[in-house]
Structures are given as C-alpha cells and as structure tokens.
C-alpha cells in the first residue's frame, strides 16, 4: 500500500512548484523566439562615414577588451572572463557566418543590446553588459552594427563556458533579468549641459563605466544606490568615481587620462584600465571630454588641486628597512623620485598615487608584477614588469614599503593573499 | 657590507652599495662585457641577462634583491670558451651591425629556444619584441635564431 | 688600448730561408738612414708613412682616418689593404681614430669610408707594393714584372731569390710620397676584395670580448654623470650639495656657470647623485610650439637661396596653360636614438688632454676640445673606440667634452656615461624640412615643368658647439651645422624646365647635425612622393613613368629599374588599386634615386596593409635593387641595406620627436617608440655587382627610397597620399577620414 506525503515532504513539493514556476514564468516573461538568419547579400550596404562613426562607438564601448582574445583578432572573441561563477568565453562578433554574428539582421544585434538575447533566443549572461547597453539608443546600436558587419570575418570556435552549476543553465539569467534589467533609456536633464548630458549617455550606456566601478551584490548585478562607490574588474580594485580620490581630478585631467592613458598629476592607468583608455583614444576627443564632464560631476570634489597638495613621502620610512629601501632605490627611484616628481617612462612620484592608498593592496601588487605597456609601437606611459626581477617576497616588502613611505594609513594585511591570487 | 651572489656559476663576493642595479656590478666588480647599459630603464633590453634561467633586465634588478638566485651573462653561454650554438648561429649569419644591442638578443633568444625550440617566425618576433635594436639588424638576428633552432642553413 | 681585431698574429717566415738583407728604404731614396727618423708618426695625407706601416714580423698597420661604426668598414678596410699588398687579412690590423697616429681623411660620414677613405689606403698601399718590388728588383737584379707576391713574400719567377716585406722594411718608415699614378691591382685579380668577408670584430661582440668605449678603462679612471638643465637655455640658479650626502662615494661636484656634474668613485653613486642631487634653474622658454612648427619653419627668417638646379625656365612654364599639380611635404625633426647612450673617457696629464670616444670625427673633435680648453692642437689627442651606432653626430663628442671638463676639475681620468634622458634630450638633432612642389602637365599629359622649394636651415656638415663648452660658457665655434642636406633637392628626371631652390633659414629650433642619409632622405622623400602624384594625376603606371623620364644614355640607372620590375613582380598599372573595398587594403609602391644625382643607384618598391579604421600601417615586404659600382664585402653591402631599410621604416611610421616650449619632452624609447620585431618587414635585395666601376657607398642611399616608397604604396592601398613622415596612426586616420568616399562593399 502507497504512503502517505509527509507535511515535510508537501511543503518542499510546493516551494519546487513554486520555484519551478517563478523560473517557468520568468522564463515565459524573458522568452524570445529566434530571429531568422540572414545571408550576406541581404544586409544593406553601410556607407564609409557610418563605418567610421561605428568605429568610434566601438571604441567608447571598448568591445575589444573583451571580445579579442590576448593572440586573437580583433571582435573574434575566445577572450576568459573570470566572475564569481566561473569563466565565461567571449563570444565572436565577426561577421562569420558559422562562427561569428554574420546571420545576424539588425533586428537581432539591437535585441542582443537591448534585451541581452543572441539571435537564436538564448538569454546571453549578463557578464555582456546589457543592463548598459540597453541604454544605448538604436541608431547608435545600428551604427555600431554597421561597423561590425564591416570588419574581417574570422572563422573562430568559441570554448564552452566554464559556468558553476546552475549558473550553466541559461534560462536561469531570466530570473536575473526580472530582478536587474531596467530597459530604460535615459532622460535628458535640463539643467544641465548638452556635454554633460551626452557624457551620462555615454558613461551609462556603452561606455559602462559602472560595470567596474560599482560594487555588485551576491548575484553579481549592479547596487542600486551604490553606483560608483568602487568595485573590481579582473582581480583589480576599480577606485570609486564619486568621492575624492587623492586629489581632486578636473575635467581636463579625466578626459587627457581616458584618452591616453596618463596624467600628470595622477600617473598612468593600469591593468583592465589601461585597455580602456587605449580603445579611448581611438574615439573622438568631444567625445572623451563628455564623459569626463559627467565622471567630474559625480563627486562634489572641493579638494586641493594637486599642483598645492603636500607630497606625503616619510622618509623615515628609508631609514626602517634597510634591505627594501636598498630595492626601492635601486629598482624604482630611477623613474619614480624623478626632478620636479615626474621621471622617466612618465612615472610620477607615488605620493600621487591613488593606489597606495587604497583599502586593498590588490592594485599595487599587479602594477609591480604586471607592469604597464603602452599600446604595442606607440608611445605612452610605462612600467617594467618586475615578475621574475623581484621576489614574491620582495614584492610583498615593497608594497608594504610604499603604504608606509607615502601614507598614513595602516599597513594592508591583504598582500600576500594578493600576491598568491596571481600565482593561481 | 659584502653581498654574495653566483654568476656564470662563480661566486662572487661584492663590496657595494646594496641598491647598486645588478647591471653595474656584472661591468664594473666583475667585469663584464655583456651586459649592457642601454637605458637604465627597463625598456631596451641591452642588459639582458638570465636570472635561474628566465632572461631578465638587469638594470632594474637590484644587488640586494638577488640572493641565491643564478645569474648567467654572454659569457657564461660559451662552451670551453668557444660560442655555444646560437653564438655560433649569430655569427654565422652575420647578425650584428654595431652590435651593441646582441648580447641582450642572444640572452633572450636563448631562453625562447630553451622554452620552446622550435618557434615559429611569429612566436620569435613576438618573443624577441621587448628586445630594442637601432641599427636595423632585426632581420639578420630573426635567421640566426632560426638557424640554431632548426639547424638549418638560411642564405641571407 | 683600442682592441684589437684581427686574428692572432702568426709568423710569416715560413721557413723560406732567405737571406735576411737589412736595408733602408729611406738609403736608397737618398734621405736619412732609419736611425735619423723622427720619433713621431706621419699623419701626412699624401704619404705612404701616414697609412700603414710593416713591422719585423711583416705585420700590417694600416693607420685609417675612417672608423667603423658598426659598419663593417674595419673589415673592408682590411680587405683593401690586404689584396693590394697581397698580404693575408690574417697580417693585416687597423688603428682606426686615433689622432695621434692616423690620418685625417675627414669624418666618417657621407658613406664615403669605402669610397674615399678605402681608395686613399688603396692608393697608399699601391705604392708602398710598388716601392718594395723596385726594391727586391734591384736586389734581385731583375725587373720587377719578374717578381710576384703572395703572402707577403716576394719571388722572382725565375726562382732565384725571395725577399720578405719584413727582410726589406720591417718596422722601419718608407718616407715616400702617396703615388695618385701608382697602378693599383687589376680587379680580375682580387682574391679579397668582392668576396662576402666575414666581419672581423664580429664574433668579439658574440663571445663578450669585445670592448666598447662603454667598456673602455683606465687605471684611477672615475665615474662622472652630468645633471643638464630641465629647459635649453635656463640659467644654474642653486644647488644644493648636502642634498647628496648620503651618497657614498662622492668625489666632487663639479659646477661651471651653466654646467653641472658629479664625479664619484662608483658609477652608481654617480648616477644616483645625478638623480637626487637638489638645483634650481630659471625657467626658458625658446621652443616654438610644436604644433605651430610648419609655419614656425614658413615664417624663420631665410638667410639666402640656394639654386640647386635650374633648367630652362619652369616658374613661367607654371604659370602659363597646363594642368597644375602642387603640394607641401613635411618631415619631422628625429634623433639619432644610439641604442648605446654616448660616453667618453677623459684625462689630463702634464696638461695634455687625451680624450677616448666613439666620435666619428676625431680629428674635428681635437680641433674642438683644443679650443675649448685654450689648448694647443698638440696638446690634445683624441683617439676612437667603437661606441654604438651614431648614424651621424650624436652625442658622442658631447659627452667627450664632458668627460674633459670633469678630468680637468678632479685632476683624474674620468669617464662620463650619457642617460638615456641625455642622448634622446640632448644630442642634436635632424631639423625639420618644409617641402612645396608644383608641376605643370600639358594636354598631351607630358610633364613640362616641375618646381620645389626646400625650407631648410643654413649650414653644411661643419662641427657641431659641444654642450659642454656652451653650458660652461667657453670657447666654441658657434656654427650651424646641419649637414649636406641641399643634397637630392635636385632630381634626375628629364622634364624640360626645372628648378629646385633651397631657403636656407637663420635658425632651427634645436642644436642641428646630420642623422643618416641628412637631407637626401627628407628631399627623396618629397621629389618621389610628388613624382608619384603626377603619375597617378595622368594615369601612368609609377615605375614605367619613372623609366619614361629618366635620361636613355643612363644605362645603369635603367638597369636597376628593370630589375626592380622583375625582382618585386611589379604589375603594371596606375595607383590607386581598384576597388578599394574592406577595412584592411593592401598596396605597392615604389621610388628610385641615383643618390646625389652622381652616384649610388637604388631602386626600392613596398607593400603595405594599411588598417582603415585606425590608421596603422603594416609594412609586410621591402625590395631592393642596389647598384654601388664596385662591391668590397656583398655581405657587407646586403646588412647595410637591411640595416637602412628597417631604420628608416621605423623613421617613417614613428618617429618624431615631441616638446614643448622649454625641452624635449621624449626623452625615452616609451615616449619615442622605434620599430620592434613583429613589426619589421620582410626585405629581398638585389646587388648589381660592377666590379670594374668607381666604388660607391652603401651605408645611406637605400634610406632616402624608404619614405616615399611606403607612402606611395598606401596610396596605392587607400587612394590617400601621405605627405608628413612621420605616418602616425593619428595622422593616417586623419587623412583617411577627409579624403573622398571609398567604394561600396
């Protein structure tokens, strides 16, 4: 004779249902059918002057940084993003047709922007950041299409992505999508600057700033009322956008840093940044300057301006560890103690350095192991990578040298575990 | 305060200052000529040498950051004294014009052949990149390499 | 010493059993005896005592005014010396630089070691052979078309008697005249000379046994640095010496008026004490903006004309009927960028100064230092140690002034170590060139007259001021001096109304001298551009135009446009390609020049890839057909050509120099980039060997194709014509994006 469900048993049966229906319905409220593919004689033609303009939204949305692999073409993707839930492959947005997006009409790329669905109706994880890109306006998503439709086509097979369970299951985005994606656009604000307006539009849309430099919740999306207070990007700290930093950055600093990568009296951006600032300096310059109007407005910075900021070096400090002050004389002080506090390779003193300062030690630790490189054959700011040069050890004295010498605040207690996190 | 350290798998000890970049003590102490300053900066890759067999500027690389680790120069590739096999391959293509840059591109391309010993073309420039030649001997300097990875004669 | 390079020295007596005559050359030319001889050496260019001299052992000395700068010329200059004498390359060794004991065959530049300085030891060594053989005749009692020679030992042919160069001269002068009439070998004969030579100081640099001026020392040698001024022309306010003394070792500071250097017992303590030591300076301003530096170069006072060719009467010609063409050229100012910063060891003794380098000119230098330092000329010696590559005057006699002027303050040897922050800040400079052309083309498309105007600063290959004597406020030459750059204004096209007119300008923003192929590179770059222009504006294909232009009675030049043809496969049609479709287009061009209008024939055609979207050019492949009369070294001759191919690809693409109104501002390789190794092109090269004709030079007219060939093949690829080297991404793009709409996919 069958028995009788426990109350135990009932109630798990009715939250599963449940489960399984919030799921099922979030899937039938995110659900997209395909978009039927298209051939290449059936895509319209684009002129050169959209191409261009194409080219230049391209580069405001740095697409390369993710969707070009370290020894891969360009928009051919295979690129490892390493989240909290494992790596994602970038995927090939070439105009292939096998491999790439070549069978996508536009319909299907506005929809990807908009709506984070591909072509055949899969919801796209969210490491693709739709809930920015949705921002964008179509015109500027059909340009920006037109410019993708006329690169190269690269036949390149994307890897699996490497996804914990569930998070491998895609219809699980939809239930992220109900709680995160807002497919708003942005309201003009009259008060203020056509520039400034333009800039948020960019920031917030392709530019997706936040993407980094806001801190995510548990389930990897974006904190409301967080935005710019800091956050990560690939093991680095993304330094909030909406305090004062160091010193006060004016809007002429933003735009020359994002636009090439250094200023004087900021230093060099570096890692994940640095390949920003490089896709930047392939957009147009106004264009630069609106960001960097809009960034420049989101703290109310009434700081010193840098040229009367006190220097902040103890030189005490030399005198304690003798054997890293050794180092630190030998292996930094050519390029960093330069005259009148810039140097060789455009290092400046790192008593301007945000890094130093901040909560984690995560920034200095990669900026010492990994170097800076300008973009290959182009001048720009540097750094010698110390990999191999310098210890693990020496590394973690140097750090810890460089917080005590050039702040006053306490010592991090995060730098070996930074150190061994590069090791893995 | 003396400071030990191993070259060319000689010990030395070194009376200098301790923050003296291991470029100046491999020329001035010991004097070497293979190493090279070329920049003082990381830059240029004159002052290749191998740090436990990884080539490594050694103009950023202080005296009292070495420690036990084994440094090689130029002159700890020969053998017997005579030019080891990618010596003889630069040679044998010719590939130096003043030369000053070489000892820094054989350091280098000897630790891409120990790595990988049969490269490409692609990966030997790509390899060979932070290595920085004035006089326009890249050409010459990319044959040698190939030449003591395959052995094989290329006509310049 | 200055090293040496030849193989180990071996005995040439090889068990002849002659009979050992000690006998004076000097005697038998009713002079002196050998123990009347002056002490000193000759330097005298028209005496055979000057070039070379044999020792007891039958060693050669040849004493060369021309020093190899990584060039390959000691080893030529062995192989010259050594087929003339019949001598093995084995016997032979070359003191090169070296005032004391060398001759003054004026600097090494101009590519003219081989041509100039090479026949001169030619000639001198003819002689000398010839001087012997008489001698061993008339000792021999025959006539010397009796005798043969081979590895130093004379013979008579009938058997009867062998004398050795060492039996008849060894260690003693010849006190003989340099005969300009005495025959040299018949080039048939050449068992050196054309044969690809392996470079003799070669496998020194592989093994470390070399030794560079870098590497040269002196016992009681210090370790100087020098601490320049942050802006040209600011004036040493303070400095404050406690400001180093924590640093261990410091021997003096050494100040003089504008002038700043340390001196200390370890080379890191001087360069620490160059970092750290605490000055202030007043601030300068003398630069002119750099992006208002084209008309800066427009508006610079001219000081006069010169008329470089002037046929027939081309400004009436343009401005009668015809179609027009015109254009403006420019070309950035570049440094020499020596991978080797510049250095130099100094010392005074009993008042003499003798002075180690790398310059190229020595026996300018000494002339120089001598001034200077209110010395007289024999007071002051200057002798040559290989440096790295200059590519002209760097900064090498800058640093040997250095090192002068801090030996003199210490009263020890002192050897100065340019920064890489000194070489790219202040060596001097190749100024920048301002180019306008026109041309007219009549309706039969014929071009009938062709017209430029070079803006160019005032000057010729003079010496350049030593920073140090300027800082320091002491005696110098002041002359500008940016070298022959008038050169290749004129071309060698057959249009029937020319005229080339350089504008030669008061002044130039920075200290001016001459990096490689000065002048002709600038010029060929615009005359080929423009040719190119014209070509595409009548729908020729470029190198027949070029073939169609150039005189039928120059064979030779027609030569090397044929091979050219052939070796790159050149497909015959105008530029641009049609259609030009996708984002990467790929393109060819090509150039020619007979270098100087008298002598090196080059001819050079490029492919390109040229990215649209953002502007970068790949260079993928370079040929070359390369005529130079008579090859010494084709080995030799082929690293040149490489060597001015990738150079000048990487001047082309990269290279400018930035400032702004005080200083240089790209005072390192990150903030002046060069060519890197996945970027360099594949090069094929063709030698046309002509052994019978003049001996031409080959170390710079292959770079002064290397611009225009690159620009006229991206146009040939974008239908955009690049006129400003160099071609940034920034600049390509630019121009890429105002020019007309490119064809739909």
Same mark, same amino acid.
């Given at each position: 004779?069958?028995?009788?469900?426990?109350?135990?048993?009932?109630?798990?049966?009715?939250?599963?249902?449940?489960?399984?229906?919030?799921?099922?319905?979030?899937?039938?409220?995110?659900?997209?059918?395909?978009?039927?593919?298209?051939?290449?004689?059936?895509?319209?033609?684009?002129?050169?002057?959209?191409?261009?303009?194409?080219?230049?939204?391209?580069?405001?949305?740095?697409?390369?940084?993710?969707?070009?692999?370290?020894?891969?073409?360009?928009?051919?993707?295979?690129?490892?993003?390493?989240?909290?839930?494992?790596?994602?492959?970038?995927?090939?947005?070439?105009?292939?047709?096998?491999?790439?997006?070549?069978?996508?009409?536009?319909?299907?790329?506005?929809?990807?922007?908009?709506?984070?669905?591909?072509?055949?109706?899969?919801?796209?994880?969210?490491?693709?950041?739709?809930?920015?890109?949705?921002?964008?306006?179509?015109?500027?998503?059909?340009?920006?299409?037109?410019?993708?439709?006329?690169?190269?086509?690269?036949?390149?097979?994307?890897?699996?992505?490497?996804?914990?369970?569930?998070?491998?299951?895609?219809?699980?985005?939809?239930?992220?999508?109900?709680?995160?994606?807002?497919?708003?656009?942005?309201?003009?604000?009259?008060?203020?600057?056509?520039?400034?307006?333009?800039?948020?539009?960019?920031?917030?849309?392709?530019?997706?700033?936040?993407?980094?430099?806001?801190?995510?919740?548990?389930?990897?999306?974006?904190?409301?009322?967080?935005?710019?207070?800091?956050?990560?990007?690939?093991?680095?700290?993304?330094?909030?956008?909406?305090?004062?930093?160091?010193?006060?950055?004016?809007?002429?600093?933003?735009?020359?840093?994002?636009?090439?990568?250094?200023?004087?009296?900021?230093?060099?951006?570096?890692?994940?940044?640095?390949?920003?600032?490089?896709?930047?300096?392939?957009?147009?310059?106004?264009?630069?300057?609106?960001?960097?109007?809009?960034?420049?407005?989101?703290?109310?910075?009434?700081?010193?301006?840098?040229?009367?900021?006190?220097?902040?070096?103890?030189?005490?400090?030399?005198?304690?560890?003798?054997?890293?002050?050794?180092?630190?004389?030998?292996?930094?002080?050519?390029?960093?103690?330069?005259?009148?506090?810039?140097?060789?390779?455009?290092?400046?003193?790192?008593?301007?350095?945000?890094?130093?300062?901040?909560?984690?030690?995560?920034?200095?630790?990669?900026?010492?192991?990994?170097?800076?490189?300008?973009?290959?054959?182009?001048?720009?700011?540097?750094?010698?990578?110390?990999?191999?040069?310098?210890?693990?050890?020496?590394?973690?004295?140097?750090?810890?040298?460089?917080?005590?010498?050039?702040?006053?605040?306490?010592?991090?207690?995060?730098?070996?575990?930074?150190?061994?996190?590069?090791?893995? | 305060?003396?400071?030990?350290?191993?070259?060319?798998?000689?010990?030395?000890?070194?009376?200098?200052?301790?923050?003296?970049?291991?470029?100046?003590?491999?020329?001035?102490?010991?004097?070497?000529?293979?190493?090279?300053?070329?920049? /003082?900066?990381?830059?240029? @890759?004159?002052?290749?040498?191998?740090?436990?067999?990884? !080539? $490594?500027? &050694?103009? +950023?690389?202080?005296?009292?950051?070495?420690?036990?680790?084994?440094?090689?120069?130029?002159?700890?590739?020969?053998?017997?004294?005579?030019?080891?096999?990618?010596?003889?391959?630069?040679?044998?293509?010719?590939?130096?014009?003043?030369?000053?840059?070489?000892? /820094?591109?054989?350091?280098? @391309?000897?630790?891409?052949?120990?790595?990988?010993?049969? !490269? $490409?073309? &692609?990966? +030997?420039?790509?390899?060979?990149?932070?290595?920085?030649?004035?006089?326009?001997?890249?050409?010459?300097?990319?044959?040698?390499?190939?030449?003591?990875?395959?052995?094989?004669?290329?006509?310049? | 010493?200055?090293?040496?390079?030849?193989?180990?020295?071996?005995?040439?007596?090889?068990?002849?059993?002659?009979?050992?005559v000690a006998f004076s050359l000097a005697e038998a030319a009713g002079g002196a005896t050998a123990q009347d001889l002056p002490p000193s050496k000759s330097v005298a260019l028209d005496q055979v005592d000057a070039f070379l001299a044999i020792d007891d052992?039958?060693?050669v000395?040849?004493?060369?005014?021309?020093?190899?700068?990584?060039?390959?010329?000691?080893?030529?200059?062995?192989?010259?010396?050594?087929?003339?004498l019949?001598?093995?390359?084995?016997?032979?060794?070359?003191?090169?630089?070296?005032?004391?004991?060398?001759p003054?065959?004026?600097?090494?530049?101009?590519?003219?070691?081989?041509?100039?300085?090479?026949?001169?030891?030619?000639q001198a060594a003819a002689t000398a052979r010839a001087a012997l053989l008489d001698q061993a005749a008339a000792r021999l009692g025959?006539a010397p078309?009796?005798l043969?020679?081979?590895?130093?030992?004379i013979?008579?042919?009938?058997?009867?008697?062998?004398f050795t160069y060492a039996e008849l001269i060894g260690g003693k002068h010849f006190d003989l005249k340099v005969n300009p009439a005495a025959p040299?070998?018949?080039?048939?004969?050449?068992?050196?000379?054309?044969?690809?030579?392996?470079?003799?100081?070669?496998?020194?640099?592989?093994?470390?046994?070399?030794?560079?001026?870098?590497?040269?020392?002196?016992?009681?040698?210090?370790?100087?640095?020098?601490?320049?001024?942050?802006?040209?022309?600011?004036?040493?306010?303070?400095?404050?010496?406690?400001?180093?003394?924590?640093?261990?070792?410091?021997?003096?500071?050494?100040?003089?008026?504008?002038?700043?250097?340390?001196?200390?017992?370890?080379?890191?303590?001087?360069?620490?004490?160059?970092?750290?030591?605490?000055?202030?300076?007043?601030?300068?301003?003398?630069?002119?903006?750099?992006?208002?530096?084209?008309?800066?170069?427009?508006?610079?006072?001219?000081?006069?004309?010169?008329?470089?060719?002037?046929?027939?009467?081309?400004?009436?010609?343009?401005?009668?009927?015809?179609?027009?063409?015109?254009?403006?050229?420019?070309?950035?100012?570049?440094?020499?960028?020596?991978?080797?910063?510049?250095?130099?060891?100094?010392?005074?003794?009993?008042?003499?100064?003798?002075?180690?380098?790398?310059?190229?000119?020595?026996?300018?230098?000494?002339?120089?230092?001598?001034?200077?330092?209110?010395?007289?000329?024999?007071?002051?010696?200057?002798?040559?140690?290989?440096?790295?590559?200059?590519?002209?005057?760097?900064?090498?006699?800058?640093?040997?002034?250095?090192?002068?002027?801090?030996?003199?303050?210490?009263?020890?040897?002192?050897?100065?170590?340019?920064?890489?922050?000194?070489?790219?800040?202040?060596?001097?400079?190749?100024?920048?060139?301002?180019?306008?052309?026109?041309?007219?083309?009549?309706?039969?498309?014929?071009?009938?007259?062709?017209?430029?105007?070079?803006?160019?600063?005032?000057?010729?290959?003079?010496?350049?001021?030593?920073?140090?004597?300027?800082?320091?406020?002491?005696?110098?030459?002041?002359?500008?001096?940016?070298?022959?750059?008038?050169?290749?204004?004129?071309?060698?096209?057959?249009?029937?109304?020319?005229?080339?007119?350089?504008?030669?300008?008061?002044?130039?923003?920075?200290?001016?001298?001459?990096?490689?192929?000065?002048?002709?590179?600038?010029?060929?770059?615009?005359?080929?551009?423009?040719?190119?222009?014209?070509?595409?504006?009548?729908?020729?294909?470029?190198?027949?135009?070029?073939?169609?232009?150039?005189?039928?009675?120059?064979?030779?030049?027609?030569?090397?446009?044929?091979?050219?043809?052939?070796?790159?496969?050149?497909?015959?049609?105008?530029?641009?390609?049609?259609?030009?479709?996708?984002?990467?287009?790929?393109?060819?061009?090509?150039?020619?020049?007979?270098?100087?209008?008298?002598?090196?024939?080059?001819?050079?055609?490029?492919?390109?890839?040229?990215?649209?979207?953002?502007?970068?050019?790949?260079?993928?492949?370079?040929?070359?057909?390369?005529?130079?009369?008579?090859?010494?070294?084709?080995?030799?001759?082929?690293?040149?050509?490489?060597?001015?191919?990738?150079?000048?690809?990487?001047?082309?693409?990269?290279?400018?120099?930035?400032?702004?109104?005080?200083?240089?501002?790209?005072?390192?390789?990150?903030?002046?980039?060069?060519?890197?190794?996945?970027?360099?092109?594949?090069?094929?090269?063709?030698?046309?060997?002509?052994?019978?004709?003049?001996?031409?030079?080959?170390?710079?007219?292959?770079?002064?194709?290397?611009?225009?060939?690159?620009?006229?093949?991206?146009?040939?690829?974008?239908?955009?014509?690049?006129?400003?080297?160099?071609?940034?991404?920034?600049?390509?793009?630019?121009?890429?994006?105002?020019?007309?709409?490119?064809?739909?996919?």
């Amino acid at each position: 004779m069958p028995s009788r469900p426990t109350t135990i048993a009932i109630i798990l049966a009715a939250v599963l249902a449940a489960g399984v229906l919030l799921v099922a319905g979030g899937f039938a409220w995110t659900w997209r059918p395909a978009i039927a593919p298209i051939a290449d004689n059936e895509r319209p033609p684009a002129d050169e002057q959209t191409i261009r303009h194409g080219a230049e939204l391209a580069a405001i949305g740095y697409c390369n940084s993710c969707h070009q692999a370290a020894e891969g073409k360009p928009y051919a993707g295979g690129r490892a993003i390493s989240t909290p839930f494992g790596t994602i492959f970038s995927s090939n947005i070439t105009p292939d047709a096998e491999t790439g997006i070549g069978g996508w009409s536009e319909a299907a790329f506005q929809r990807a922007m908009h709506e984070g669905v591909d072509r055949t109706g899969r919801q796209l994880y969210p490491a693709f950041p739709y809930d920015h890109f949705t921002k964008a306006t179509d015109d500027d998503v059909r340009t920006l299409y037109a410019f993708l439709m006329s690169q190269p086509p690269v036949h390149s097979v994307i890897r699996a992505n490497a996804l914990e369970f569930p998070l491998n299951f895609r219809p699980m985005v939809a239930g992220w999508k109900i709680l995160f994606l807002r497919e708003t656009s942005l309201q003009q604000d009259d008060s203020k600057s056509p520039q400034w307006n333009r800039g948020r539009y960019l920031a917030e849309g392709l530019g997706h700033c936040g993407g980094c430099h806001t801190p995510r919740n548990i389930l990897g999306a974006e904190i409301k009322g967080s935005a710019y207070v800091g956050g990560t990007a690939e093991g680095w700290n993304a330094p909030p956008l909406n305090s004062l930093a160091v010193q006060k950055w004016t809007i002429d600093q933003i735009t020359e840093y994002l636009s090439t990568g250094w200023t004087r009296w900021h230093g060099a951006a570096a890692g994940p940044m640095a390949i920003v600032t490089q896709s930047l300096a392939q957009a147009q310059s106004e264009e630069v300057r609106a960001i960097a109007t809009y960034i420049a407005s989101l703290s109310s910075q009434t700081g010193t301006a840098p040229e009367n900021a006190t220097s902040g070096d103890n030189k005490q400090v030399a005198k304690a560890s003798a054997e890293v002050a050794a180092i630190f004389s030998g292996a930094c002080s050519n390029c960093h103690d330069g005259r009148d506090g810039i140097g060789p390779s455009k290092a400046v003193s790192i008593a301007l350095s945000a890094a130093v300062r901040q909560s984690g030690s995560a920034n200095v630790v990669r900026v010492i192991i990994e170097g800076i490189q300008p973009v290959p054959g182009m001048p720009g700011a540097y750094m010698p990578s110390f990999d191999n040069v310098l210890t693990d050890q020496q590394i973690a004295s140097l750090a810890d040298y460089v917080r005590a010498r050039y702040t006053n605040e306490p010592q991090w207690k995060d730098v070996r575990q930074e150190i061994a996190k590069m090791r893995q | 305060m003396p400071i030990a350290i191993n070259v060319n798998d000689k010990s030395h000890v070194i009376y200098a200052e301790p923050s003296t970049p291991l470029l100046y003590i491999l020329r001035n102490e010991l004097a070497l000529h293979g190493p090279r300053f070329g920049c /003082g900066l990381g830059q240029c @890759g004159a002052c290749t040498v191998h740090v436990d067999g990884r !080539p $490594t500027f &050694s103009c +950023i690389l202080p005296l009292a950051a070495v420690g036990e680790r084994k440094i090689t120069t130029l002159e700890g590739l020969l053998e017997d004294g005579k030019p080891n096999k990618l010596q003889q391959a630069f040679i044998d293509e010719q590939a130096a014009q003043c030369g000053y840059c070489i000892s /820094g591109m054989v350091m280098r @391309g000897q630790a891409l052949l120990r790595a990988n010993p049969s !490269p $490409t073309d &692609s990966e +030997i420039r790509n390899y060979m990149r932070p290595n920085l030649c004035r006089c326009g001997t890249h050409a010459a300097i990319l044959r040698a390499i190939k030449r003591a990875a395959t052995g094989q004669e290329k006509r310049s | 010493m200055n090293g040496r390079f030849a193989p180990s020295r071996r005995d040439l007596l090889q068990g002849a059993g002659a009979c050992v005559v000690a006998f004076s050359l000097a005697e038998a030319a009713g002079g002196a005896t050998a123990q009347d001889l002056p002490p000193s050496k000759s330097v005298a260019l028209d005496q055979v005592d000057a070039f070379l001299a044999i020792d007891d052992k039958g060693m050669v000395t040849i004493y060369a005014g021309k020093v190899d700068l990584g060039t390959g010329v000691r080893t030529g200059l062995t192989q010259i010396a050594a087929d003339e004498l019949d001598v093995p390359m084995a016997s032979v060794e070359v003191i090169q630089g070296d005032t004391a004991l060398t001759p003054d065959q004026g600097p090494t530049y101009g590519s003219l070691s081989i041509q100039n300085g090479g026949v001169q030891i030619r000639q001198a060594a003819a002689t000398a052979r010839a001087a012997l053989l008489d001698q061993a005749a008339a000792r021999l009692g025959v006539a010397p078309g009796d005798l043969t020679v081979a590895n130093g030992v004379i013979t008579a042919k009938s058997g009867n008697g062998v004398f050795t160069y060492a039996e008849l001269i060894g260690g003693k002068h010849f006190d003989l005249k340099v005969n300009p009439a005495a025959p040299t070998k018949n080039p048939a004969d050449y068992k050196i000379v054309g044969k690809p030579i392996e470079r003799l100081d070669i496998p020194g640099k592989l093994t470390g046994e070399f030794t560079y001026i870098q590497d040269f020392r002196v016992p009681g040698m210090l370790h100087g640095r020098v601490v320049r001024p942050p802006a040209i022309g600011a004036r040493l306010e303070s400095v404050d010496e406690s400001s180093i003394e924590n640093v261990p070792g410091i021997v003096k500071i050494v100040r003089d008026g504008n002038f700043l250097g340390v001196v200390a017992l370890s080379e890191w303590s001087a360069v620490r004490a160059a970092r750290e030591i605490v000055t202030t300076w007043s601030k300068s301003e003398t630069l002119p903006e750099q992006g208002k530096l084209w008309e800066h170069v427009r508006t610079t006072k001219i000081l006069k004309d010169d008329v470089t060719s002037n046929i027939g009467d081309a400004p009436s010609v343009i401005a009668g009927e015809g179609k027009k063409l015109s254009a403006t050229y420019d070309f950035a100012i570049q440094t020499h960028g020596s991978i080797g910063p510049s250095c130099a060891v100094s010392a005074f003794r009993g008042g003499k100064l003798i002075s180690w380098s790398a310059s190229q000119a020595t026996h300018n230098l000494r002339k120089q230092l001598a001034l200077m330092f209110s010395l007289p000329l024999d007071d002051v010696r200057c002798v040559y140690v290989d440096g790295s590559g200059c590519y002209g005057r760097n900064g090498h006699e800058d640093a040997a002034a250095d090192a002068a002027l801090l030996a003199k303050a210490v009263g020890e040897p002192v050897r100065v170590q340019w920064s890489r922050a000194d070489e790219h800040g202040w060596d001097p400079k190749g100024p920048p060139t301002l180019i306008d052309l026109r041309a007219n083309i009549d309706a039969s498309d014929t071009v009938t007259a062709w017209e430029s105007e070079f803006f160019i600063p005032q000057g010729a290959a003079d010496d350049v001021d030593l920073v140090a004597a300027t800082l320091a406020d002491l005696p110098a030459e002041h002359l500008l001096s940016p070298g022959g750059i008038i050169n290749d204004s004129a071309i060698g096209y057959k249009f029937a109304n020319i005229r080339t007119i350089c504008h030669r300008l008061e002044r130039t923003p920075f200290r001016a001298s001459w990096i490689r192929t000065p002048g002709r590179m600038q010029n060929t770059f615009a005359n080929e551009c423009f040719l190119d222009e014209i070509a595409a504006a009548v729908n020729a294909d470029p190198l027949e135009f070029r073939v169609n232009y150039t005189d039928p009675a120059d064979k030779r030049g027609l030569d090397v446009l044929d091979h050219l043809a052939r070796l790159a496969k050149w497909e015959t049609r105008p530029s641009p390609q049609k259609p030009i479709t996708g984002n990467l287009v790929k393109g060819r061009g090509c150039s020619y020049v007979k270098y100087e209008l008298v002598r090196t024939y080059i001819g050079a055609v490029a492919e390109v890839e040229v990215d649209r979207a953002t502007g970068e050019i790949r260079v993928s492949k370079f040929y070359v057909v390369h005529d130079c009369g008579q090859i010494v070294n084709p080995k030799g001759v082929k690293a040149q050509i490489e060597g001015c191919v990738i150079q000048t690809v990487s001047r082309a693409l990269k290279e400018e120099l930035t400032f702004d109104r005080s200083m240089v501002t790209s005072l390192d390789w990150a903030s002046y980039p060069i060519l890197t190794f996945p970027e360099v092109p594949e090069i094929e090269i063709e030698l046309i060997d002509r052994p019978t004709e003049k001996l031409w030079g080959a170390g710079e007219p292959t770079a002064a194709l290397i611009p225009s060939s690159i620009s006229n093949a991206v146009f040939d690829a974008t239908g955009v014509r690049l006129r400003s080297v160099p071609f940034k991404r920034g600049k390509v793009k630019a121009a890429l994006q105002s020019a007309s709409e490119m064809d739909r996919r």
